[in-house]
């Protein structure tokens, strides 16, 4: 039931994008999106429910596929706070709420 | 500060032994819920509670056992434990009455089995 992200891992350089993908092998409710800093809580970015409706920070995008059961989060133009880990969690029929291993992002200058 | 108290920060002891871990969720959030962090496997869930219920249940050991009380504080209670159960235990809260709100996740308490 944890879903699945890719990559790993990811070095950025200030300025530049990246994509985090999330797959889940059973049908989704909703998809969520946390940060970890080193040493601190996970920290939320953003919520996506099945039929469309997404609630989150503001720089911050993100999409949901229903039917693919994945989604992927948006990281633009890069800054030196993106670093850290970036977790998805699933939410399927229940209440539970599944995360995945992580990704670790970090960006150089 | 997320509003989500957890103690204790930090617990060494020993295999075989047991630990109580404790937790506060945010002013009025009824639903809380307990993850255990470890290096290669992430955040696992373990267990949530709504309301003093037990709404879902994850990867959570024989061993562990979790409840939450009419004040709305819950506690993981972890025995026997051994080496493997090294790990970070964060509890989160969630507000209202649905499946979809964002998670307040506290500082965690990090447990040492030696």
């Known amino acids: 039931q944890q879903p699945v992200q890719s990559p790993q891992a990811v070095i950025l350089r200030e300025g530049e994008d990246a994509v985090i993908n999330c797959s889940s092998s059973?049908?989704?409710?909703?998809v969520h999106w946390y940060r970890q800093k080193h040493g601190e809580a996970p920290v939320f970015l953003m919520i996506?429910?099945?039929?469309?409706e997404q609630k989150g920070h503001e720089k911050i995008s993100a999409s949901f596929n229903e039917k693919k059961q994945q989604s992927s989060l948006y990281l633009t133009a890069s800054q030196l706070s993106y670093s850290g880990t970036y977790f998805c969690?699933?939410?399927?029929?229940?209440?539970?709420?599944?995360f995945g291993k992580g990704t670790s992002l970090l960006v150089t200058p | 500060d997320s509003g989500v108290t957890q103690t204790p920060k930090h617990l060494i002891t020993a295999t075989g032994q047991r630990v109580t871990l404790r937790c506060s969720p945010r002013?009025?959030?009824?639903?809380v819920y307990w993850y255990q962090q470890s290096l290669d496997q992430g955040l696992q869930f373990l267990i949530q509670y709504y309301n003093g219920e037990e709404r879902a249940k994850g990867n959570i050991l024989e061993r562990f056992s979790a409840q939450q009380f009419p004040d709305l504080h819950s506690e993981l209670n972890l025995s026997s434990l051994e080496l493997g159960d090294s790990a970070l235990y964060f509890c989160?809260?969630?507000?209202?009455?649905?499946?979809?709100?964002?998670?307040?996740f506290g500082e965690g308490s990090r447990l040492t089995v030696l």
């Open positions: 002013s009025g959030d009824l639903s």
């Open positions: 059973k049908a989704l409710y909703s």
């Open positions: 989160a809260s969630r507000g209202g009455t649905g499946v979809t709100g964002e998670l307040f």
């Open positions: 969690g699933t939410g399927n029929s229940g209440y539970a709420l599944n």
């Open positions: 996506l429910l099945k039929g469309g």
